[in-house]
């Protein structure tokens, strides 16, 4: 499974958009982007997935270049309740994998 | 729904003493994992299961033992505890191989 890098750290103004980046160089084609996002020590929250497409949902945006290789979560009215670590991870949907959580970005919105 | 249930939340432990995590889902979900998560790092994957009598390795296996007899429970045990082995641990689960993940609350494990 391709690995993923994210910055460790960014903050964000609130009410401003926040822009989580992501790069997933080794991506392969069949492998989707998914983002989750951990509150203090709650357990981990699913946040959007795509494969090619942008996707949108109630919660984000997620923006994936053209050839695959990174992306960006957006968070376009980011409030002090989105500060969280963010987890960027790439899994092949219905296949065999470990799915693996990095350090994430931790996201940091002030007022 | 409930979701994926853990108990306990807190659990306290002397090396050596035995003790089972448990997590349940009611949402038929066929994979079932489990993850631990040291201060400043990220989840690490102990076991999971594909479904009901099927259990594989994670990343961290060593030092724990799992069984899943039922699409809902999936337990994770620990024979012998070490300081080691002090964590959060996180069970999670997903529709099926590879959807998106449901994360339980956590359970805090101090083992002294």
């Known amino acids: 499974d391709a690995k993923t890098t994210q910055p460790p750290s960014m903050d964000c103004a609130e009410g401003r958009a926040a822009n989580l980046p992501c790069n997933h160089s080794?991506?392969?084609?069949?492998?989707?982007v998914y983002w989750y996002r951990q509150i203090h020590s709650q357990g981990p929250q699913y946040i959007i997935h795509g494969l090619k497409n942008n996707e949108t949902n109630e919660m984000a945006s997620l923006i994936i270049t053209e050839d695959r290789k990174s992306s960006t979560l957006i968070l376009p009215h980011a409030t002090l309740r989105d500060t969280a670590v963010y987890y960027c991870?790439?899994?092949?949907?219905?296949?065999?994998?470990?799915?693996?959580f990095g350090r994430g970005t931790s996201l940091i919105v002030h007022p | 729904n409930a979701g994926v249930t853990q108990t306990p939340k807190f659990q306290v432990l002397k090396t050596g003493q035995s003790m089972t995590l448990q997590c349940a889902q009611d949402?038929?979900?066929?994979?079932m994992s489990w993850y631990r998560q040291d201060p400043g790092m990220g989840l690490r994957l102990i076991h999971y299961?594909?479904?009901?009598?099927?259990?594989d390795q994670g990343e961290v296996p060593n030092g724990y033992n799992v069984s899943r007899s039922t699409t809902e429970d999936f337990p994770l045990r620990l024979l012998s505890a070490a300081p080691s082995q002090t964590s959060v641990y996180f069970c999670a689960s997903s529709l099926s191989y590879g959807e998106k993940l449901f994360f339980g609350s956590g359970t805090q494990l101090s083992v002294l």
């Open positions: 299961s594909v479904g009901a009598g099927i259990t």
């Open positions: 949402m038929n979900h066929e994979y």
């Open positions: 991870i790439v899994r092949v949907s219905g296949g065999s994998y470990i799915p693996t």
């Open positions: 080794t991506i392969s084609g069949n492998e989707y």
